[in-house]
């Protein structure tokens, strides 16, 4: 594969799914992914030494979630993102909505503030800073639905509908800038909502659903809107290389379709997660007050019982 002196890639064949899965290891990326494995790892077999398990399924979604970034970055589809509009999108809706579900999942900052050690009295180290962090106004202020929304839905239009995409897409260097925001954007609109770890902003299950569908219906119109263009909107993916065989029209429809079938993918993954946290929830509230019950003797009940005895009485009078 060519490139150009932007780092473009130029004069690639047809795409197909073989050709984007192929393994391109893209330095960024790559080392980003292998940093995150092994810190993970480190940290759960931390744990264990010490005899704290670790739920299994958080793992596996943690390296799922590492895994889909280096899939949408260190592969193929990097390549052709550079010049079809409709892989970049496969990339965008892979790094911006199933990534960063998979990553909250495996809740990486309980796990942190779990394996790190405590500074001890009057000093500070990692774990203290990053508690500092959770309780911040800072963090209070980026994760509220206020601002999460707002900055979910800028990362689409505010982004392909200006210049700024063009720009960042000149360069190597801008494409993975870009990325690393989408991804970021990703983390920050659904860590409120996933409510694995601890944040400064945790609404009700119903609350929790009504910031999730609120953001997800733009990216749907965002799809549309590609799709029913009757001309090339993004001047980047306007004149694609002869040698991929497409036109650039039918290769931002398939863009449009690409945004608008994906963004109901990460709901219904999300929707799920919610429901079993839910349920998760409800149950360790029944233990609670079953516990509660048994070391009170019921205490709550036996007035319950005494308020309907007072109350039949009253009636008999």
């Known amino acids: 594969m060519d490139h150009d002196g932007h780092g473009m890639t130029t004069d690639l064949p047809p795409f197909t799914l073989a050709r984007g899965l192929e393994f391109t290891g893209e330095p960024f990326f790559l080392t980003g992914c292998l940093l995150a494995l092994l810190l993970y790892a480190v940290a759960v077999v931390r744990l264990r030494r010490r005899g704290d398990g670790w739920p299994v399924g958080r793992t596996v979604a943690w390296a799922a979630g590492v895994l889909t970034v280096a899939l949408a970055m260190c592969t193929g589809l990097n390549e052709y993102g550079m010049v079809l509009f409709s892989v970049h999108m496969v990339q965008h809706m892979i790094i911006s909505m199933l990534s960063p579900i998979l990553l909250l999942l495996g809740a990486p900052v309980t796990l942190a503030l779990r394996a790190l ?34 900055l979910f839905i800028a990362s689409l239009y505010a982004l392909y509908f200006t210049p700024l995409f063009d720009f960042l897409m000149g360069s190597q260097a801008g494409h993975l800038a870009m990325m690393v925001h989408f991804l970021l954007v990703g983390l920050v609109f659904f860590w409120p909502i996933m409510g694995v770890d601890p944040g400064p902003h945790r609404p009700g299950y119903l609350m929790r659903m009504l910031e999730l569908f609120s953001g997800m219906p733009f990216h749907a119109f965002f799809g549309i809107a590609l799709m029913m263009a009757s001309e090339p909107m993004i001047a980047t993916y306007a004149d694609p290389p002869a040698s991929l065989g497409v036109s650039a029209l039918s290769d931002q429809t398939a863009a449009g379709g690409i945004a608008w079938a994906f963004s109901e993918i990460p709901s219904v993954l999300v929707l799920i997660a919610l429901v079993f946290q839910w349920h998760r929830s409800e149950e360790r509230q029944a233990r609670r007050q079953d516990r509660a019950a048994d070391r009170d003797g019921d205490r709550e009940l036996r007035a319950y019982n005494a308020y309907l005895a007072s109350l039949q009485a009253r009636q008999q009078q």
């Open 117 to 150: 050690p405590a500074a001890g009295r009057g000093r500070k180290g990692p774990r203290e800073l990053l508690t500092a962090l959770l309780h911040s106004r800072w963090m209070r202020v980026v994760s509220h639905p206020a601002f999460t929304i707002p």
